[in-house]
């Protein structure tokens, strides 16, 4: 959940349609981090929201929290 310089240039080379930060109210994930994913349009789950399960059947994703 924290930003890091190279944050940015990973997320354009893979291109991630989802992403999971891990953050508590401890440990909180960072507003920088959420911006970028916002901007991308990347949806993000955060586990300090609950759990989260992702399956998938070879073809399509689902993600509950």
């Known amino acids: 959940g924290n930003y890091q310089k190279q944050t940015e240039k990973l997320l ?3 291109n991630p349609k989802y992403a999971v ?3 508590s109210d401890s440990e909180p994930d960072t507003s920088e981090t959420e911006s970028i994913l916002k901007e991308k349009d990347i949806s993000y789950y955060l586990t300090k929201n609950g759990d989260i399960t992702i399956t998938s059947n070879g073809k399509d994703i689902k993600i509950k929290q």
């Open 21 to 23: 930060i891990t953050c």
């Open 12 to 14: 354009s080379w893979c």
